[in-house]
């Protein structure tokens, strides 16, 4: 079963900020939030990752529901290079139930 | 180097041969993964190491597949006697520790061809 749900795809325009959703009802305690993106015909990038509170970095925010059953990862000026798949992925700790990747949203971004 | 290193970055082999890819992690790094991803595809694991610990090789698809990790540091994954179905992207990555805290660094990936 997957532990996360995201759109299958989600359109922008560039030079405007994007917010892409992410539902993880089942969390538990223990597991952190990661997003990874995957540009074409390139291995996944490290995007973001958070267990309680919100985090930026110089690539996105994410912003944490305070219940943490939901987050949503924020990037503030989309351009053309940000068209990728962004997967959010619940991630306590390695091996086959660690880093797992879903289906993920394919981003598209218009000049 | 800074990132993860993968080689070949590219091979193309014969039905039947065996092939090695390599993977240097990060320097430090005690975590690694390697995947595989078919065209159009998502993801696939195939087994994970963290330090001396016996590794998760319950992704490996056949018999076939076999991954080792020398000094907790360089990777090796070996296809012995490939099959068209083995083509794909094989890649891998690497993180500080297992824990969540911890992101992950991908290397670019070896594309494997058979013919």
């Known amino acids: 079963d997957a532990k996360t749900t995201q759109p299958n795809s989600m359109e922008s325009n560039e030079e405007e900020p994007v917010h892409l959703p992410c539902n993880h009802s089942t969390i538990s305690g223990t597991d952190y939030i990661h997003w990874y993106r995957q540009l074409p015909s390139q291995g996944p990038e490290y995007v973001i990752h958070?267990?309680?509170s919100n985090v930026n970095n110089r690539m996105a925010s994410l912003a944490i529901a305070e219940d943490r059953k939901s987050s949503t990862l924020i990037l503030h000026r989309a351009t053309l290079r940000d068209a990728a798949v962004y997967y959010c992925?619940?991630?306590?700790?390695?091996?086959?139930?660690?880093?797992?990747f879903g289906k993920g949203t394919h981003l598209i971004i218009q000049p | 180097g800074a990132g993860v290193s993968q080689s070949p970055s590219n091979k193309v082999t014969e039905k039947g041969k065996d092939v090695e890819l390599r993977c240097d992690p990060i320097s430090g790094h005690t975590a690694l993964y390697w995947y595989r991803q078919s065209l159009g595809q998502g993801l696939e694991f195939l087994i994970y190491?963290?330090?001396?610990?016996?590794?998760?090789k319950s992704g490996l698809p056949s018999d076939r597949f076999s991954a080792e990790r020398t000094g907790g540091s360089v990777s090796t994954l070996t296809i012995q006697r490939t099959q068209q179905e083995d083509s794909a992207v094989y890649l891998c990555a690497s993180s500080l520790g297992s824990a969540g805290g911890y992101g992950y660094t991908f290397g670019s990936g070896t594309r494997l061809t058979v013919v």
């Open positions: 190491f963290q330090g001396n610990s016996a590794p998760d």
């Open positions: 992925i619940l991630y306590s700790g390695g091996g086959a139930d660690g880093l797992t």
């Open positions: 958070g267990l309680t």
